[in-house]
C-alpha cells in the first residue's frame, strides 16, 4: 500500500483520509471546535477558496522545497471540490 492508498495509486485519485494527517487535518486549521474551512463553506466562498489554493499549490511546488506535500495538498483541495461541486 503506498501513501496514497491503493499501490501504484495518484494523489488526485486518492481518498481524503489517506493523506497524511499534516495535510488533512493540521490543528491550526481549528477555529476553536470549528475548521476554518467550515466556515468558509457557510460564507458562500468555498468553491473560489478551493481552486484558489489549488492554483496556488501548484504553482509554487517547485520553489519551496516541499514539491510533494503541495501536491497532496492541491490533491486535497481538488478532491474536496470535486466532493462539493463535482456532481
Avoid at 486518492?14 to 467550515?38: A, F, T, W
Avoid at 520553489?63 to 486535497?76: F, L, P, V
Wanted: proline share 3%; glycine share 10%; hydrophobic share 35%.
Amino acid at each position: 500500500m503506498s501513501e496514497y492508498g491503493a499501490e501504484g495509486g495518484h494523489p488526485w485519485m486518492m481518498d481524503i483520509d489517506d493523506l497524511p494527517r499534516v495535510v488533512s487535518q493540521p490543528n491550526h486549521y481549528k477555529l476553536g471546535e470549528r475548521e476554518v474551512i467550515d466556515v468558509i463553506r457557510d460564507a458562500g466562498w468555498l468553491d473560489h477558496y478551493l481552486k484558489g489554493n489549488i492554483t496556488k499549490y501548484v504553482l509554487r511546488c517547485e520553489h519551496k522545497g516541499t514539491e510533494h506535500m503541495d501536491m497532496q495538498k492541491a490533491a486535497k483541495c481538488a478532491a474536496m471540490w470535486l466532493e462539493e461541486f463535482g456532481g
